[in-house]
């Protein structure tokens, strides 16, 4: 029996930018202009309704968008003739609205800005710090130590 055949090597130079492999990069692309096309069409919705529909995509002349509910879902049917004009006007070649009833993303909050460091947990770092015999470790709890509340 034969040894199986081993693929021929291919020769490497390193790693490559994600940026560089066309698929992402094109897809990186759309995505970003269907984020503008987002943002310039829900500028032309009246206010309440821009907060709750999202642009999803234009595929074959159709816009895609998305409504949290069925009642915002007919209001953007509604306004579709608008849209439409809308959207020629900012160069889309589109002919049609589809509205889809799906939740729209959950934002992710800010995380809160970093809380000082009760006096009491400060003193016990400093006292930590002075028992390593590790002169790196040593300075990373005094820096963190310096970073307690002062006291009042």
């Known amino acids: 029996m034969p040894p199986p055949s081993q693929p021929p090597r291919r020769s490497t130079r390193g790693l490559t930018s994600i940026a560089q492999v066309a698929s ?3 897809l990186a692309h759309r ?7 987002d943002r310039q069409l829900r500028a032309t919705f009246p206010a309440p309704m821009r907060d709750h529909i ?3 995509d234009l595929r074959d002349g159709r816009l895609v968008f998305l ?5 915002w879902a ?5 306004y579709q003739t608008q849209i439409l004009e809308a959207a020629r006007a ?9 509205v889809k009833v799906a939740p729209l993303p959950v934002e ?7 809380k000082p460091l009760p006096t009491e947990v400060a003193r016990h770092l400093r006292a930590a710090a002075a ?3 590790d002169p790196l470790l040593r300075d990373l709890f005094l820096e963190l130590a310096s970073k307690a509340e002062k006291p009042k």
């Open 131 to 133: 028992t390593l015999s």
């Open 90 to 98: 900012l160069g889309a070649q589109a002919h049609s609205v589809a």
């Open 74 to 78: 007919s209001r953007v049917r509604l």
């Open 31 to 37: 995505a970003r202009d269907l984020d503008v096309l």
């Open 67 to 71: 409504a949290p509910s069925s009642a």
């Open 24 to 26: 992402v990069a094109s």
């Open 54 to 56: 999202r642009f999803a």
């Open 108 to 114: 992710e909050p800010a995380p809160e800005p970093n």
